[in-house]
Structures are given as C-alpha cells and as structure tokens.
C-alpha cells in the first residue's frame, strides 16, 4: 500500500498552487458566521417565548380546559374517561366537604348513537348526600352539532331565561313540575349541546313521574350550574 | 509535537488568536486532503474555508486532543453534503488538460485524477482518509458511519482503481 499512499502525497503536493486563504479574513469570516448563528438562535428562542407567552395571555382558560391530569384520547372509552374527569374538577370543589357522593366516582357512561366515538350521548348522574340531606347533579353531553335545542316555555313551576354567550346559546331553567325542585343550565354550542342539572332529590328525574324532594335546596345553585355547564374541558 | 488547541480559558482574545495558531498549522494539510476529496484547488479552498468556519463556532466546546478529528469530520460532511447537493451532476473520468511542471511525468497525474474522478464520493473519502491521512479502518468507519467490513472492501476497489495508475505493477498487500 505505500506506493499508493505516495501515489497520493505526490498529486496533492506536485503542483500544489500558493495558498489562498488567509488566516485573518477566515478568522472574520468565522466570527461573522458565528455572530450570525447566535442571533438567529435568539431570535427563535425569542419567537418561540413570545409564542408561549401569547398561548398564557389568549387562552388563559385552556390550562384548566381538562386539568393537566385529565387522560386524554380518541377511543370512545378515552373520551368518557376525560369527561369523568372534568365532571369530578368543576363539581367536586363545589360540593360540601362532608359530601358523600355515589356512585363512588363521577363517571361518565356513552350510550353509542353512531360509530364514530363522538357519537354517543354521554351521561353521568350523582347522588349526593351531606347534612343537609340528598341531592343530585347529572350531566348529559351530544357532542354533535345540532343534536339538541333547549326550548324555553316558562310556567307556574317553570322560570326560564336564555343567554347568548360566545360558546352558544345557554338556557338557565328552574323546574319544580315533577316534585323536586330541578336546577338546570343547558348550553346549545356549536360543537354540541350539554346540560347540567341539579336536584333536591337523589332520584333521576323521570317526565311525568313524581320525584320526592329530599332536602331543602337543589345540591347545586342555579349559579354554580351554570358555572359546571360552562366548564370548557366538556367542549369537544 | 505541541500544536494549539481550543483555549483552556473563555477570552475571546485569546481563543482568537489560538484559533489563528490552528489554522496556520493546519490549513496546508486540509486544503491538501479537500483537494483530494474534491480534485479542485478552488473547491478544496472553499471546503477548507467552511470548515475553519464552522470549526470556529464549536473553538471553546472541542477538547485539544480532539480537534483535528472534529475538523476532519467537518470537513468530509461538507464535502458530501455537497456532493449529494450535486447529485444530478454528469461525473466523468476524463479530467481537462493542465500544463505540469517541467520533470513530471504528466500522463501519471492525470491517471490519478481519472481514477479517482471514477469512484464515488464515499470510495475516494475511504481511500483519501486511509492513504493521505493514515487513519485506520475502524476510524474511517467511525466518521463514515459504515461497518468497517465496508471500509475496508471499498477501499479495495479504490486502491484497485488507483493501481491501475502506477507505473509499474505493484505488489498485493501483505
């Protein structure tokens, strides 16, 4: 191999033109490109905190949109999973301490409409018993556009009123038809429609049967009903 | 031999002027190993010059002990990158005619040039790295990112291409 290695040496030294680089205009050379490389990675760190810090200042509520703890997932079962746990962050902070609530848990059921995972009324109903007696607070979500209209017909133990609110038209209900007296905000939004309600009594409310009242206010104000019904983790 | 190295302090002055000490020791041998990867003069000036600028921007980060390989790894990612920027370019074996100095043997210079111009760009960095720059096998594996089965059966058809070149026959390797 050493006559190739000097075959090499020969054709690059026989020949060989003067240099023509200098010491001082690389050395510029390099310190311009080096100036140039560092600015550039500010400025993209500099993009990149800006963005951060508009992401904090113009959606100050999508860090609570779910919780950093809420799962999240495409499968139908994922999606529940999530609601279940929207549903335990806005109600259980509302609820008496000494509350207890069962099921033991605030999980959510999808009954499948469709096949899609979306397509499914999701529900949860929660019995909810402190010193004041039982009470209740159910959730429903269609999480499909124009699933569900809340219509307002106010009567002698129905008062009503609508808002129209940048997430949809909410409509605030208080029911006392089948007994027990019902606390209910329903939100038609564009991505669905959900509706959360409140009662004196642990029982499900059932059309046209009577529910025993079971103590002396709804578990949940109108407020706060309203309030859970406008939590933006239950958006899909 | 004692050659200058990245500073062992954080100055600008002094990495400048340690820089500067590295690039007067060491242009000569990479503008030589640029020229044989490239075949051109004013190519392996170019090649050389990126690499002393990339090299500068890594100066304080690189160890003494490592730095010529930093800037030979430099200096081959260059030249690839740049023949694959090239990639649709028409590579052929004959080379132009240049005037060689009076007592050369001209007709041989330009059989190295045809048979290096037929390699690939892989092949001659393996024959150039193992031949000019005497690295061994496992190292030019290392910067080529290949196994050095590869190395060493693709430097085999370099040398049998470069052979072909000699004046005389050569003898296989022991």
Same mark, same amino acid.
């Given at each position: 191999m050493e006559e190739v290695r000097s075959l090499l040496t020969a054709y690059v030294t026989e020949d060989e033109?003067?240099?023509?680089? #200098?010491?001082?205009?690389? %050395?510029?050379?390099?310190?311009? &490109? *080096?100036?140039?490389? %560092?600015?550039?990675?500010? #400025?993209?760190?500099?993009?990149?905190?800006?963005?951060?810090?508009?992401? @904090? @200042?113009?959606?100050?509520?999508?860090?609570?949109?779910?919780?950093?703890?809420?799962?999240?997932? &495409?499968? *139908?079962?994922? %999606? #529940?999973?999530?609601? &279940?746990?929207?549903v335990a962050g806005a109600v259980r902070p509302l609820l008496a301490p000494d509350a207890r609530i069962s099921p033991g848990s605030f999980a959510?059921?999808?009954?499948?409409?469709?096949?899609?995972?979306?397509? #499914?009324?999701?529900r949860t109903h929660i019995r909810v018993t402190d010193a004041r007696g039982t009470g209740s607070v159910t959730v429903v979500l269609y999480p499909t556009p124009n699933s569900a209209t809340p219509s307002c017909v106010p009567g002698e133990s129905i008062s009503c009123s609508v808002e129209r609110l940048p997430q949809g038209t909410l409509q605030l209900t208080t029911d006392q038809s089948t007994g027990a007296l019902v606390h209910r905000a329903a939100l038609s939004a564009p991505?669905?429609?959900?509706?959360? &309600?409140?009662?004196?009594?642990?029982?499900?409310?059932?059309?046209?049967?009577?529910t025993p009242s079971q103590r002396p206010e709804p578990t949940l104000t109108l407020d706060q009903v309203r309030q859970v019904a406008l939590t933006p983790g239950l958006a899909f | 031999m004692n050659l200058p190295g990245p500073p062992r302090t954080n100055k600008g002055v002094s990495r400048d002027v340690d820089f500067s000490e590295y690039f007067a020791a060491r242009v000569q041998r990479f503008r030589r190993v640029a020229f044989a990867l490239s075949g051109d003069w004013h190519a392996a000036e170019d090649l050389v010059q990126a690499m002393f600028v990339q090299l500068y921007r890594r100066w304080r980060r690189v160890r003494p002990a $490592?730095?010529? +390989?930093? +800037?030979?790894?430099? !200096?081959?990612?260059?030249?690839?990158?740049?023949?694959?920027?090239?990639?649709?370019?028409?590579?052929?074996?004959?080379?132009?005619?240049?005037?060689?100095?009076?007592?050369?043997?001209?007709? !041989?210079?330009?059989?190295?040039?045809?048979?290096? +111009?037929?390699? $690939?760009?892989?092949?001659? +960095?393996?024959?150039?790295?193992?031949?000019?720059?005497?690295?061994?096998?496992?190292?030019?594996? $290392?910067?080529?990112?290949?196994?050095?089965?590869t190395v060493k059966s693709q430097t085999a058809r370099g040398v049998g291409a470069l052979r072909v070149a000699l004046p005389a026959p050569a003898t296989e390797e022991s």
């Open positions: 033109p003067p240099l023509g680089l #200098a010491g001082d205009r690389v %050395l510029a050379a390099a310190r311009r &490109s *080096r100036r140039q490389h %560092l600015l550039t990675g500010a #400025a993209a760190v500099a993009v990149v905190v800006l963005a951060l810090g508009l992401a @904090v @200042v113009v959606l100050p509520d999508r860090g609570s949109v779910a919780g950093p703890s809420c799962p999240s997932g &495409s499968t *139908r079962e994922a %999606l #529940a999973e999530r609601l &279940s746990c929207v959510v059921v999808a009954d499948p409409v469709g096949d899609a995972p979306r397509e #499914a009324d999701f991505w669905g429609y959900v509706a959360v &309600s409140s009662s004196d009594s642990g029982e499900p409310e059932r059309k046209d049967l009577h | $490592t730095v010529d +390989a930093y +800037a030979r790894r430099i !200096l081959l990612n260059l030249f690839l990158a740049g023949r694959r920027g090239a990639g649709r370019e028409h590579v052929t074996p004959s080379v132009p005619e240049r005037e060689s100095p009076p007592g050369r043997d001209p007709s !041989l210079r330009l059989d190295v040039e045809r048979a290096l +111009a037929g390699l $690939t760009p892989r092949q001659r +960095a393996m024959v150039v790295l193992r031949f000019l720059e005497d690295l061994p096998v496992s190292e030019v594996a $290392t910067l080529l990112g290949v196994a050095e089965g």
